[in-house]
């Protein structure tokens, strides 16, 4: 066999290989009668330290540490003629600890009734004792308007196919403006074994390009892991952890870096 008919072959083999590759479809959906355990743990370390040789503020740092706990229990009923369905949230414990104080968020113990209809939800109606109008409102909102954590492409993927989304997320600076950043996540199919579909997660982080930030730098980098199941069209697991560095200059004398750790822990039982 010459070289041009080696090459040939090559080709037509890897075309019939990724044509006989299967595809996955990525959808997160809310379905009828099923109960959904929602928990999540989350906390972060902001180090900030001053780049000076002003005698008040050299080698000065200060430290925050904040952690937030919650379980969420979303429970949906028989689908209606309508093709809706009734849907029940309850909020269990809210806890937030800075700095080793812990309080307990008045959200705690509020229960939301609502339906479901094309994978929206129509509130009617937020329950608390702890909560003024103004806050029941504003859960109101959030659960109608809420974005799925990740947005899917609605092509379907096969196994090492990648997709990209973008968060913005604001650190706060002392003395200065707040910083706004973009994260750039990337997500690989890694594999696909009894329905549960595993990809592997990378983050970028970059200052964001939406607005002009002057005497900002930014950078660092995340990774991750995300479980979808495919059968239950849910996300099941979705962990992360990012580092961040920040340099903000105030003057020509002082320069701010702020160091931001990361973890967030998400995790979703389906019965």
Request: glycine share 4%.
């Amino acid at each position: 066999m010459n070289i041009k008919n080696y090459v040939l072959s090559i080709i037509i083999l890897t075309s019939f290989i990724s044509c006989g590759q299967e595809t996955f479809e990525f959808k997160s959906e809310i379905n009828p009668e099923k109960t959904y355990s929602l928990s999540m743990n989350m906390s972060s370390t902001n180090r900030v330290n001053y780049l000076t040789e002003n005698s008040e503020l050299k080698g000065k740092t200060a430290e925050s540490n904040n952690s937030t706990k919650m379980t969420r229990i979303t429970t949906t009923k028989e689908i209606m003629n309508n093709d809706s369905f009734p849907a029940i949230i309850e909020y269990g414990q809210i806890i937030t600890t800075i700095n080793g104080s812990k309080t307990t968020n008045p959200i705690s113990g509020t229960i939301v009734k609502g339906t479901y209809f094309d994978n929206k939800l129509n509130v009617k109606e937020v329950l608390s004792n702890d909560l003024d109008e103004k806050t029941k409102n504003g859960i109101k909102y959030a659960l109608e308007n809420v974005k799925p954590d990740i947005d899917f492409p609605k092509k379907p993927l096969k196994i090492g196919d990648s997709f990209e989304h973008n968060m913005p997320m604001t650190i706060p600076i002392e003395g200065a403006n707040p910083v706004k950043i973009e994260i750039i996540k990337t997500f690989t199919l890694k594999s696909v074994k009894e329905n549960i579909a595993i990809f592997i997660l990378k983050e970028t982080i970059q200052l964001s390009t939406q607005i002009e930030q002057t005497n900002v730098t930014a950078n660092g980098d995340g990774n991750g892991i995300v479980e979808f199941d495919i059968n239950e069209n849910q996300i099941i697991k979705n962990n992360a952890s990012f580092t961040i560095e920040v340099n903000v200059k105030i003057n020509d004398d002082i320069t701010v870096n702020s160091i931001v750790n990361s973890n967030s822990e998400v995790e979703t039982k389906i019965e």
